[in-house]
């Protein structure tokens, strides 16, 4: 049974960082593509970041500002000079190439004075 569990959300200023975590159990096929979401309210789920065998897709509207890696069974989310547009539930993601996708239960990042 594979569980991602997200850590790390908050409140933050706009220019803060945080950091999100997601701790991942269970057995996952490789290959695979990592990845971090977000839902804003009203508005879609949109790919912050993805990384599989070295190759990184980030969103135009974080680049620069957004880091994903993994290590061992753990995926963070660097987040750096926060924007008030950053806020929504973040959400973490693993993709078996055809096979699996799962996803965390989210955690809110809410970026305000």
């Known amino acids: 049974q594979v569980q991602l569990v997200e850590s790390g959300g908050g409140l933050v200023q706009p220019g803060g960082s945080l950091r999100l975590s997601c701790k991942v159990s269970?057995?996952?096929?490789?290959?695979?593509?990592i990845g971090w979401s977000r839902q804003a309210p009203g508005k879609q789920r949109e790919l912050v970041a993805s990384l599989t065998s070295g190759k990184l897709i980030v969103a135009d509207s974080v680049k620069g500002r957004f880091i994903i890696h993994e290590d061992k069974n753990m995926v963070y989310l660097q987040m750096n000079s926060l924007e008030p547009e950053d806020t929504g539930v973040y959400y973490c993601n693993i993709k078996e190439i055809f096979r699996n996708n799962y996803w965390g239960q989210g955690t809110q990042v809410t970026v305000s004075l």
């Open positions: 269970g057995d996952i096929f490789r290959p695979y593509v």
